[in-house]
């Protein structure tokens, strides 16, 4: 057992993520069901909180991507509202955490902040935020403002939007208003704040219909990691969602959003990290192992590979055989072959990572993808993947994990049912809720 010395054992914190717009759902195994059937919502919340999980987290998709003029095959599966499912959620979950990523370019403060107080009341306090921004003119096509925000301003935008956001919940937060509420009397409207912002983004008057009671605010996730990705996290949020899943890559990662949470005068322990990552199980490591190559080979095929290549390249290579090298010429630099995907840095800086990567590792096409497209992955006996777990919390890498199962909606059972249990039993996980509400569950106090 991995306990740090000197200092005390920290929670494991665990949450689902319900796969989507995404190159980790094996959409061709007998076992993938629906992506949009209220029933797999419903299995996989229901599973997650069976397995006392912090939260169920749905990510977002505005627009289909499309790559070289063609709606891309790994994006027909579906997107239903993400309010409307987290609310009906509410309704057959009793404890778990509803987490839905809603982005702040392409909506306004006041419908954002009424939709998460609304799903704060419904759920009895267990609604949070994944807040993202987009400077994505292709996404913005399908709004009536359009791809109108530069690239600079999307972090501007967000940290005025939330503050407007955050004016809204907080107007009704008034001591004497809350003693009406709990005492389930008649509210002064005298004793309810009018809003008033008048910013470069938004020009606000008004009030809100409804308290946002009884978390206070609902927790904020967010998962941006440029430079000022990070701070906006650091300074607000109460998670970060995060792609820096190995051990050091985290350790680094964690220290460095730590740090910048305490330069902006917050406990560094309201902030918690929580990388993405997906799990293979097996009776023995050998047979986890194949069973791990196995997957990875259904999630990335031949044409995958090439169509993610092409996206740094810029340009068509389908004559290019996905066993073989990679081209040897540099990336053309355009970057529209690909819209409405998060763009990684240089292509030719990222094509010469690719090409020493695949020189020291003798990697063909695919099998670099392969090996650039993976999120951590904890591969074992269930013993092995809890140990690992614990491991990766108490080395400070991350304060727990939001997993991403690669079938939908049964791929968190074997979880479930064989993992949770050996982090109860050998780890110190929780083996029953000890607060109604998402911050509960986070350690968190309350924000007002």
Not at 40 to 64: K, N, P
Request: glycine share 8%; hydrophobic share 40%.
């Amino acid at each position: 057992m991995s306990v740090r010395e000197g200092k005390h054992r920290k929670t494991i914190h665990l949450a689902a993520h319900f796969p989507g717009v995404n190159s980790t759902t094996v959409w061709s195994d007998p076992q993938s069901g629906s992506q949009i059937a209220f029933e797999s919502f419903v299995h996989m919340a229901r599973t997650a909180e069976r397995g006392l999980f912090d939260f169920f987290f749905l990510a977002e998709g505005l627009r289909l991507r499309e790559h070289r003029g063609q709606i891309y095959d790994l994006d027909v599966v579906g997107r239903p509202d993400t309010f409307t499912v987290l609310a009906a959620l509410a309704a057959v979950t009793d404890r778990l955490g509803l987490t839905g990523t809603i982005n702040t370019t392409f909506n306004e403060p006041f419908e954002v902040a009424r939709q998460f107080a609304t799903l704060d009341h419904l759920s009895d306090g267990r609604a949070g935020w994944n807040i993202v921004t987009s400077s994505d003119a292709f996404t913005g096509e399908n709004f009536r403002r359009g791809g109108f925000l530069d690239h600079a301003d999307r972090y501007a935008r967000a940290e005025e939007f939330l503050t407007v956001a955050r004016e809204f919940w907080d107007s009704w937060a008034a001591d004497a208003v809350r003693a009406d509420l709990d005492a389930g009397t008649y509210v002064d409207p005298d004793r309810v704040a009018v809003v008033e912002h008048h910013g470069p983004q938004f020009d606000v008057r008004g009030v809100a219909t409804l308290p946002s009671r009884p978390q206070g605010h609902p927790i904020l996730l967010q998962a941006g990691d440029s430079h000022d990705g990070r701070n906006f996290g650091a300074r607000y949020a109460d998670a970060l969602f995060t792609l820096h899943g190995s051990l050091e890559d985290g350790q680094r990662y964690y220290a460095d959003v730590k740090g910048r949470a305490a330069s902006f005068g917050r406990d560094a322990d309201e902030l918690k990290v929580l990388p993405a990552a997906t799990f293979v199980l097996g009776d023995t490591v050998a047979e986890a192992d194949d069973r791990a190559r196995h997957i990875r080979r259904q999630q990335v095929s031949g044409p995958t590979a090439i169509a993610m290549l092409e996206q740094v390249w810029g340009r068509d290579l389908s004559d290019y055989d996905p066993d073989g090298p990679l081209p040897k010429d540099d990336p053309s630099g355009d970057t529209s072959i690909t819209q409405g995907r998060v763009r990684h840095g240089d292509p030719v800086e990222v094509a010469r990572r690719y090409r020493e990567r695949a020189s020291a590792q003798n990697l063909s096409i695919r099998e670099l993808i392969i090996a650039v497209s993976s999120r951590e992955q904890f591969v074992g006996t269930p013993e092995h993947v809890a140990a690992e777990i614990d491991r990766y919390v108490q080395a400070d890498a991350c304060d727990g994990f939001i997993f991403v199962p690669h079938l939908t909606p049964h791929g968190l059972d074997d979880f479930v049912d064989r993992v949770v249990p050996v982090l109860q039993e050998r780890f110190g996980f929780r083996t029953e809720y000890r607060g109604t509400t998402l911050r509960d569950h986070l350690g968190l106090t309350e924000n007002r």
